[in-house]
């Protein structure tokens, strides 16, 4: 019996002689192709020498040491297959990425031409339910306010009120309330943006600012009082896309006294990724949103806790903010075009540089000088990753998922000088096997942009709470509630779950329920 040592050393230097006769024959350039190939335990030294051999030239390092993404001649691969040190070896299958943004208006839908479609609006079933009927509804959204010279909102039946520590409802100066109202009701206007879950502009929404200029925070205190505005409005829904980690008594008595008096306060679950409970969200009387993703996966940063009840679309969201404070990004790389996220706060430009590792972006390294710095997502803020490849002398950022698919970013902000952009995971390690080649950012103005969060699955749910509610005016809150619960596409663990609740708000499916069983059944 020939020892595996052995055998091990003949094959690689039988390796080295197909691949030297491949090369007296001019064709090994031509007879490659991209392979996932594992490693047997502690034969990873042992497999690496093989796939040397072979010509193999590695592509990507797969986390865990265990595997390596490599580039081998097609006709070797079968004699490697059967190498001591390899388990296994397989295509690196191409995947592309599938529309995590918008679409247009297709055939069949009730939208104008030239619109765009927001992932959301389909997935939670808005597009198939008119909301001709929504003027008997009134939506209260608290939050930063509203740009009322929005192409996408300005037509919209709107009112507000002034305020003494925020100012008037009908400007938006942190962007995060016009975001939340177009999700919301951003009109179905042929050619222009984008639309809502209710885009005729029947639906009556009343706005009351609690974050100002600096936008940072406000009080239960003015939580309450805001709430209670609502209330005096007329409102028979609330939205808000805002909370905190302490309970406050009165608050909750507020919002109990609020749901007694026929009104549904809905909230987002919060963005920490963990079971910590948030505020109103976590009050009995406040329905609880998490957040998906396009492909009704839950988002990895949405709290999850017995509180959450349903769940909206939350990454990647497109939607409107303030005229031309948005950004519309492109990115190229040679004759490849991606489809990168948005940065919010990336300064406007376009700037052409060779490719860069600039790893997770934690500390200055001068070696990105003059060069467009590729950035795994995770450990500090976007913010500080742009900034450390800036005082590098890198051109430009972009910075990719380090957990599957798209998202869109925000600098906080932060001011930054270079255009930064975002990438999904498979993205990222394609820019990653792109190093040296050039690329090109563009970072141009727009009335539009990509934001992720609960703050983004809240006004989902909102919407369409709204929108079924105004076929069935006569129907309690409790009763809207419970169908929206029960109509709901269980997603996640089978049942009620505390990462996605009773699962995906449905407008079609809970319209149905209510039709044939009724209120609450």
């Known amino acids: ?103 247009p208006a297709v055939a069949g839908e009730s939208y104008q031409p030239g619109q765009t479609i927001p992932y959301g609006i389909n997935l939670v079933q808005a597009n198939l339910l008119s909301d001709v009927n929504t003027g ?135 963005n920490a990724g963990t079971t910590a409970k948030s505020y109103p969200a976590g009050y009995t009387s406040v329905v609880s949103i998490g957040a998906v993703d396009a492909n009704k996966q839950w988002a990895s940063f949405s709290q999850y806790n017995e509180d959450v009840e349903l769940s909206g679309p939350g990454v990647n969201v497109l939607s409107t903010v303030p005229m031309g404070t948005g950004s519309d990004s492109s990115l190229t790389v040679g004759t490849t075009v991606y489809a990168p996220g948005g940065m919010d706060g990336s300064p406007k430009g376009t700037v052409t540089a060779p490719l860069a590792d600039f790893g997770l972006g934690d500390a200055v390294n001068t070696a990105v000088a003059g060069k467009i710095c590729v950035i795994q997502r995770g450990n500090i803020a976007f913010s500080d990753k742009v900034t450390n490849c800036q005082n590098s002398g890198g051109v430009g950022a972009i910075v990719y998922n380090n957990v599957a698919g798209g998202f869109g970013g925000t600098l906080g902000g932060v001011a930054t000088t270079i255009p930064s952009v975002t990438a999904s995971d498979t993205e990222g390690a394609s820019l990653e096997a792109s190093l040296g080649q050039s690329a090109t950012i563009t970072v141009a103005a727009s009335n539009y942009a990509y934001f992720d969060g609960t703050s983004m699955a809240t006004p989902h749910a909102s919407g369409v709470a709204a929108l079924v509610w105004s076929y069935f005016p006569t129907c309690t809150n409790a009763q809207i509630r419970v169908s929206l619960q029960k109509s709901a596409q269980d997603i996640g663990d089978a049942g009620k779950d505390n990462k996605t609740g009773y699962g995906l708000i449905q407008a079609k499916a809970a319209y149905s329920r209510i039709a044939s069983k009724g209120c609450g059944k």
């Open 1 to 103: 019996m020939i020892s595996s040592k052995f055998a091990i050393t003949r094959l690689c230097a039988g390796l080295a002689l197909a691949v030297a006769a491949v090369g007296s024959a001019g064709a090994a350039a031509q007879d490659t192709a991209r392979y996932v190939v594992e490693f047997k335990p502690g034969m990873a030294a042992a497999a690496r020498q093989a796939l040397a051999a072979a010509g193999g030239r590695i592509k990507l390092e797969i986390i865990g040491g265990e595997a390596v993404a490599v580039e081998l001649p097609k006709h070797l691969v079968a004699t490697l297959k059967k190498h001591g040190a390899i388990a296994e070896i397989s295509e690196d299958a191409i995947r592309r990425p599938f529309s995590l943004g918008a679409a």
């Open 136 to 270: 008997n509804r009134t939506l209260c959204i608290i939050d930063s306010g509203y740009d009322l010279q929005h192409e996408d909102l300005k037509d919209n039946n709107v009112t507000g009120e002034f305020d003494t520590g925020t100012g008037w409802w009908y400007t938006d100066e942190t962007h995060h309330g016009s975001h939340v109202a177009g999700t919301i009701a951003a009109m179905n206007n042929k050619n222009i943006g984008v639309v809502g879950v209710n885009p005729n502009k029947k639906l009556h929404l009343h706005i009351v600012k609690v974050f100002g200029e600096d936008g940072a925070w406000t009080y239960s205190s003015n939580l309450s009082n805001a709430a209670k505005k609502c209330q005096a409005a007329g409102a028979n829904i609330i939205s808000m896309s805002l909370g905190g980690s302490l309970n406050n008594p009165l608050e909750s008595k507020t919002f109990q006294k609020l749901y007694d008096a026929g009104i549904l306060s809905i909230a987002a679950a919060g």
